[in-house]
């Protein structure tokens, strides 16, 4: 089955950095979600977008909607050590209920 | 309010055997998922019901996946035989309305190791 892109596929940078992430999709999507799934857990909605453009913020965590609808991104600004974990995107497309994932970005704090 | 739960956490059987994997949803929730996640992998829908009815089960491998949702609140996904390829974390999640599919709530996953 499809999976979405994402990218990069792990990064490594040190407490108080921003970070960014992205997710590409050949489909168009009119739901995007970001998950954040730690060791041993399943994954916990973190931002959810509903419209071509939306900008939202849940915290130091803000995701945006691309405007082609083929794509979303995350940031995190100023990262703390419990940021660690992997990211998914996932995309909803119209009239379909299924959730398509991403295949995460792993994100590690070096002291 | 209690999440999602699922037994066992982990599971290690060989090639060939059956396994069978238990969640119990948040209370009230009528649509039910299994997600096969492999190492490295985002979640894979395997079957979704609603209330005790599938509503899709399109990426089940029917010859020897299984699932029930008899009462229409707690699931089972069996698993038989089992093949190599099947090492997976097998996710549960609930939602309380099919329509709002960012409503997922997940279980901590059953680790799935087959050799």
Same mark, same amino acid.
């Given at each position: ?8 596929? &792990? ?8 970070? &960014? ?44 909607? $691309?405007?082609? !609808?083929?794509? &979303? ?5 100023? &990262?703390?050590?419990?940021?660690? $974990? ?6 909803? !497309? ?11 970005? !792993? ?5 | ?42 979640? =894979? ?9 599938? /509503? ?5 491998? =029917? ?9 229409? /609140? ?8 089992? =093949?190599?390829?099947?090492?997976? /974390? ?23 190791? /087959?050799?």
């Amino acid at each position: 089955g499809q999976q979405l892109n994402q990218s990069p596929q &792990s990064m490594f940078i040190q407490e108080g950095e921003d970070v &960014s992430m992205n997710c590409t999709s050949s489909s168009i999507f009119n739901t995007w979600l970001w998950y954040k799934q730690e060791p041993g857990e399943g994954p916990v909605l973190l931002i959810a977008l509903y419209k071509a453009g939306e900008l939202t913020s849940n915290g130091r965590l803000t995701a945006q909607f $691309g405007i082609t !609808r083929k794509d &979303s991104f995350l940031n995190i600004s100023a &990262s703390i050590p419990s940021d660690v $974990g992997i990211y998914f995107c996932a995309g909803r !497309r119209f009239g379909n209920e299924k959730l398509t994932f991403g295949t995460g970005t !792993r994100l590690t704090i070096i002291p | 309010e209690a999440g999602v739960a699922q037994s066992p956490r982990y599971k290690i059987i060989e090639k060939r055997q059956s396994v069978a994997f238990w969640c119990n949803p948040i209370s009230g929730h009528a649509t039910l998922y299994w997600y096969q996640q492999i190492l490295g992998q985002g979640p =894979k829908l395997l079957i979704q019901f609603q209330n005790n009815g599938v /509503v899709d089960d399109s990426q089940l491998p =029917k010859d020897r996946f299984s699932a029930e949702r008899l009462k229409g /609140v707690d699931s089972t996904l069996k698993i038989q035989p089992a =093949k190599l390829e099947d090492s997976a /974390v097998y996710l549960c999640a609930s939602s309380p309305d099919r329509a709002r599919t960012d409503t997922q709530y997940f279980g901590p996953g059953t680790r799935l190791t /087959v050799l």
